[in-house]
């Protein structure tokens, strides 16, 4: 099935096993490979071998660059513009403000979160994403927040245009092929992330490719 949808999508697969994910993923994939259009498609499955060809991916694009002093260590220089969160880009998309953020008064734009619709921001979010991986890889990470198989721990599935993305998930969460055996067909939390710097038309990348002017964090809680 899954084989079906990537040539459908004219989406090679360039890393990692189908077979390891279930259908509730596949459409998932699906659906959102339609939408930011990838040239391919990488499923991690958090081996060394893995983490090792993405740092060295990394450094081939000039993002990374090994240190000597010690083993498995590298420099990251950073966009200053580009920054993971900050609370002005942030919203909580709830059918009520007030299930999201406190309510304040008229006039007053309050400083303890941001809120916007689930409908509107949905249109903002599609028109965003459509088309921002184009001449990149999309890599699916099954990860999990707390040990895997605990009652406690959440799994999520995330999406993303970005190996230096990938090479942190991979050291702030358990991520890869045994997350995704423990999910099973579950249901889990969908997450998408793209750099929002297309390879289309010629582009050339840059070692911290990067869109500060659309930038945007979205929580969606009755969807998880």
Same mark, same amino acid.
């Given at each position: !099935?899954?084989?079906? $949808?990537?040539?459908? +999508? ?11 994910? *279930? ?13 930011? &259009? %990838? ?8 081996? *060394? ?10 450094? @081939? ?7 000597? &002093? ?13 920054? #993971? ?11 009520? @403000? ?5 309510? %304040? ?41 707390? /040990? ?5 721990? &959440? ?11 990938? #090479? ?23 997450? +998408? ?16 490719? $990067? ?5 945007? !964090?979205?929580?969606? /809680?009755?969807?998880?």
């Amino acid at each position: !099935i899954y084989s079906r $949808c990537v040539r459908q +999508l004219s989406v090679a697969l360039a890393y990692g096993s189908p077979d390891t994910l *279930s259908h509730k993923v596949r459409d998932f994939i699906d659906q959102k490979a339609d939408l930011c &259009k %990838p040239s391919s498609v990488h499923i991690c499955d958090g081996s *060394s071998e893995e983490a090792d060809m993405l740092a060295d991916v990394l450094i @081939q694009n000039g993002t990374f660059k090994k240190l000597t &002093k010690y083993e498995n260590c590298y420099l990251a220089r950073t966009d200053p513009r580009d920054v #993971a969160r900050v609370e002005s880009k942030t919203l909580i998309c709830t059918p009520e @403000q007030s299930e999201a953020i406190p309510t %304040p008064g008229p006039g007053i734009e309050g400083t303890l979160g941001k809120w916007q619709h689930p409908d509107v921001m949905k249109q903002q979010l599609h028109e965003r994403f459509d088309g921002c991986m184009e001449g990149r890889t999309m890599y699916v990470m099954p990860f999990s927040m707390g /040990p895997v198989g605990s009652p406690l721990s &959440k799994i999520g599935i995330q999406l993303t245009d970005s190996p230096y993305t990938v #090479a942190s998930m991979r050291v702030m969460t358990r991520m890869g092929s045994e997350v995704a055996h423990a999910l099973g067909n579950q249901d889990f939390i969908k997450c +998408l992330h793209s750099v929002g710097y297309p390879l289309s038309g010629g582009r050339r990348d840059v070692p911290w490719p $990067c869109n500060p002017d659309k930038t945007v !964090i979205t929580h969606f /809680p009755q969807d998880n």
